[in-house]
């Protein structure tokens, strides 16, 4: 399973990192983990947690450096939106069992120590085991807005390995539950993302006007 969440690592200095990730979870009594080794009978009560950075990249470097992270779980598509768009400064809390922190608006997170790494030149992949994990808030369910904007985020990030005219497709479709259900937050996180890739049109030379599902004024969405 992948969940969308927030990995904050920190250097040795501990100034703190904050990146949107998929997060790889192997349950501890799913059939991928029984066909891990040291799998079996005690291997044993805790879930698996995959974190695949790409390389270069800071979470990679201070995740290899503190061998510790925090997985975040928030509701805000904001963070999301932010991070992806260089706001990056968002209220942080201390980590209870480790050297970390947490997001402070986060409805709960998993406090993690990497276990080992399977190198790759790209993308290695990081497994780390829970060592505490905490609730702050009950999680009241996503709506269509919320969606469209993580979605959009994911889109966002891969403007430069995706053709254009794919994204703009599927932001149009996107706008669709967007529209009918986005509250203040999802809108200012939408406009963030609207921007980059209008940007991203702007510096390719294509006007925005020509293709569809742009600008943050088609859908009274202020940037």
């Known amino acids: 399973m992948i969940q969308e969440t927030i990995v904050i690592t920190q250097n040795s200095s ?18 991928y983990a029984a066909s891990q080794p040291g799998a079996g009978a005690a291997a044993e009560a805790q879930d698996e947690f995959i974190i695949l950075p790409f390389r270069p990249s800071t979470t990679l470097n201070n995740l290899l450096e503190s061998k510790t992270a925090v997985i975040n779980y928030c509701d805000d598509v904001r963070v999301f939106a932010g991070c ?19 997001l402070a608006c986060a409805l709960a997170h998993t406090e993690v120590e990497l276990v080992r790494v399977e190198d790759d030149e790209t993308r290695p992949k990081l497994f ?10 009950p999680f009241r369910g996503f709506n269509r807005a919320q969606y469209s904007v993580l979605e959009a985020a994911i889109l ?3 403007l430069n390995m ?13 706008r669709i539950g967007l529209e009918k259900t986005a509250g ?26 020509n293709l569809p599902g742009t600008g943050a004024a088609k859908a009274g969405i202020s940037s």
């Open 14 to 31: 501990g100034v703190a990192h904050i990146a949107p990730m998929g997060i790889h979870i192997i349950a501890k009594d799913g059939p």
């Open 84 to 102: 992806l768009t260089g706001r990056r400064d968002w209220p942080l809390k201390p980590a209870e069992k480790i050297n970390g922190q947490v």
């Open 156 to 158: 966002i990030s891969r």
């Open 128 to 137: 780390c085991k829970a060592v505490h994990t905490a609730n702050h808030a």
């Open 162 to 174: 995706i053709p254009l005219e794919k994204i703009q497709a599927e932001i149009g479709y996107l």
């Open 184 to 209: 203040d937050r999802e809108l200012e996180a939408w406009g963030w993302l609207m921007t980059v890739i209008e940007n991203h049109i702007a510096r390719d030379g294509v006007y925005a006007e």
